[in-house]
């Protein structure tokens, strides 16, 4: 049972560029999510996918587009690629709209903008 | 808005000893979660416990075990008979009645041989 899959694992941009990071999960969830990470500051999300169709905006979502592909994936795509967005990223999903269901994470994506 | 800290950004306790990392959050909602992930040198996010906000008892699993102070709005972790294997950073995690998380800053522990 694979998860959440986040590809690719590490990538290295130039400053303007634009990128796609992909996530999956084979669990049937509904809720999926993309966070990123910096030191000191813990987990913040960019993004959400509550269902199928349905995308918010969580706590630091300028500079970034996500799309709900299907039940299954979620993509996170940087337009244009800036040395602040340089972090590891994590997918996680959840089984649905109950605050009592933990999150299941990816392995994460370290992006490096130059 | 919901915030969650984590006062102690590190902490180092001796093998077979007990430590406790301490969380707190603020909300003004009557219904939530609250969660521990702990996620080791390899990155991954691994869920510890989980605790709902209307169960007086405080969650158990195996050596973990929290304190939960709903009044104080207080959710540590208390970690017993510390094993190498429990050196990670631990994330205390906030989940309302929306489908939103919000973490803490972490706090790194080290268990000492």
């Known amino acids: 049972n694979a998860g959440v899959t986040q590809t690719p694992k590490f990538q290295v941009l130039k400053t303007g560029q634009s990128m796609t990071l992909q996530c999956a999960q084979d669990m049937n969830h509904n809720s999926m999510y993309w966070y990123r990470q910096d030191p000191g500051m813990g987990l913040r999300l960019i993004y959400y996918?509550?269902?199928?169709?349905?995308?918010d905006k969580g706590e630091v979502p300028n500079g970034y587009n996500v799309s709900r592909l299907n039940k299954r994936e979620f993509s996170l795509r940087l337009e244009s690629a800036a040395p602040s967005q340089t972090s590891v990223y994590f997918c996680?999903?959840?089984?649905?709209?109950?605050?009592?269901?933990?999150?299941?994470f990816g392995d994460g994506t370290r992006l490096s903008i130059l | 808005a919901q915030t969650v800290t984590q006062s102690q950004p590190e902490m180092s306790v001796q093998e077979a000893e007990t430590v406790t990392l301490s969380c707190t959050y603020d909300?003004?909602?009557?219904?939530?979660?609250l969660f521990w992930y702990k996620q080791p040198p390899s990155r991954q996010m691994i869920l510890v416990i989980r605790?709902?906000?209307?169960?007086?008892q405080n969650a158990t699993e195996n050596r973990f075990s929290v304190n939960f102070q709903k009044a104080a709005k207080s959710f540590s972790l208390k970690i017993s008979d510390s094993q190498l294997g429990d050196t990670a950073m631990y994330f205390c995690?906030?989940?309302?009645?929306?489908?939103?998380?919000?973490f803490g800053t972490g706090t790194s522990l080290t268990v000492i041989p």
């Open positions: 605790q709902e906000a209307y169960k007086q």
């Open positions: 909300t003004s909602e009557s219904n939530y979660y």
């Open positions: 996680a999903s959840r089984p649905g709209h109950y605050s009592n269901q933990p999150q299941h």
């Open positions: 995690a906030y989940s309302n009645t929306g489908n939103q998380f919000y």
């Open positions: 996918s509550a269902s199928e169709g349905t995308t």
